[in-house]
């Protein structure tokens, strides 16, 4: 019978070594790579198409839900299982939204990480059992279940300025952005300040509040490094 292949992206080294150890124990799962943020997690599951995709909602460069949402786009046979030491509504929304297939409490067991990652193998959805038992599960079973207006990402951010919303956040300038992106500093420049006409904020620091606030960045992110 074949392994259940997984990517592991956690921007701690200790934490995806520690998943990798503990899934090693189960013979029907295999480990066939890891990621570091959410840009590299996006890039290696274009290569190795993993049966699933255990993603840390709090990832460097591109958070959980927009690399969810590029990962679905590129390669659509992956399922996303989302980690998270948060069970906020309005996160689990956004990454029901995104597509992902189930979302787990980072405080679960490992039994229980294997058991979501079988399920979501067999093309079903898992959510922590302290989620389904306060949200609606019908509602969380839908990926095309409407999200509240209220609890999208505000002001219907475009992919792309989700993207530039979270490295000015991390404390990316303009420069090292268009770096990231592949893009020109200008051009930057020109979503940067419609990001900011959108949202009708006009400063960094406004900006971060409004990532941090939204989910966009957790507090205790680490700053960019190029």
């Known amino acids: 019978m074949k392994s259940i292949s997984v990517l592991l992206a956690d921007d701690h080294r200790i934490v995806r070594e520690g998943f990798r150890s503990l899934l090693r124990t189960d013979k029907g799962i295999e480990v066939v790579g890891e990621a570091e943020t959410g840009r590299a997690a996006v890039e290696m599951t274009k290569q190795l198409h993993p049966d699933v995709v255990v993603m840390d909602i709090a990832m460097p460069l591109l958070n959980g839900m927009e690399a969810t949402r590029q990962i679905l786009d590129t390669a659509p046979s992956s399922k996303v299982l989302i980690l998270s030491a948060y069970s906020r509504d309005d996160y689990v929304d956004r990454v029901v939204s995104a597509g992902a297939s189930g979302y787990l409490l980072k405080q679960s067991s490992v039994a229980l990480l294997a058991k979501a990652i079988q399920v979501l193998a067999k093309g079903e959805v898992f959510f922590d059992p302290a989620i389904s038992a306060r949200l609606n599960s019908a509602k969380l079973q839908s990926k095309n279940a409407a999200v509240p207006e209220n609890k999208k990402t505000k002001k219907s951010l475009s992919s792309r300025e989700e993207e530039i919303l979270q490295l000015v956040a991390e ?12 893009l020109s500093v200008k051009t930057v420049e020109k979503h940067r300040q419609r990001l900011m006409n959108k949202l009708k904020i ?13 989910g966009v960045i957790e507090d205790g992110v680490r700053v960019t490094q190029i």
Do not use: D, F, M, V
Not at 171 to 182: E, M, P, R, V, Y
Not at 202 to 214: D, E
């Open 171 to 182: 404390g990316a300038s303009n420069k090292q952005i268009a770096s990231i992106l592949t």
């Open 202 to 214: 006009h400063n960094t620091a406004g900006l971060t509040r409004y990532a941090l606030t939204n």
